[in-house]
Nanobody, 123 residues
Framework: QVQLVESGGGLVQAGGSLRLSCAAS????????MGWFRQAPGKEREFVAF????????AYTDSVKGRFTISIDNVKNMVSLQMNSLNPEDTAVYYC????????????????WGQGTQVTVSS
């Protein structure tokens, strides 16, 4: 089993920045990919970004490209999401997820999930 705990959410004004962190514990040696997803009220959970354990491969959804950066620290077993130039459309609960499989944007392929952290961007 793998446990994921997110932190770093909060309330920020449009144009501001936040950094989300996700600490992984347990049988982390099996993890191949770490991802961030988000879910706004009344909407389905959507892919935000992923990174392979090696850090060699990353991907972002189009709406966050150039504003968000995903990174991984294998020593600390932590993945982070630096979010800049935030806008109200980024408001959502953000979830960290871990997959045993190669990278994917499909949330159903992720095996472990954190509890989520709220990000609210005011206009």
């Amino acid at each position: 089993q793998v446990q994921l705990v997110e932190s770093g959410g909060g309330l920020v004004q449009a144009g501001g920045s936040l950094r989300l962190s996700c600490a992984a514990s347990g049988r982390t040696f099996n993890i191949h990919t770490m991802g961030w997803f988000r879910q706004a009220p009344g909407k389905e959970r959507e892919f935000v970004a992923f990174i392979t354990r090696s850090g060699a491969t990353t991907a972002y959804t189009d709406s966050v490209k150039g504003r968000f950066t995903i990174s991984i620290d294998n020593v600390k077993n932590m993945v982070s999401l630096q979010m800049n130039s935030l806008n109200p459309e980024d408001t959502a609960v953000y979830y960290c997820a871990a997959a045993l499989a190669p990278p994917s944007r499909d949330p159903s392929l992720y095996n472990y999930w954190g509890q989520g952290t709220q990000v609210t961007v005011s206009s």
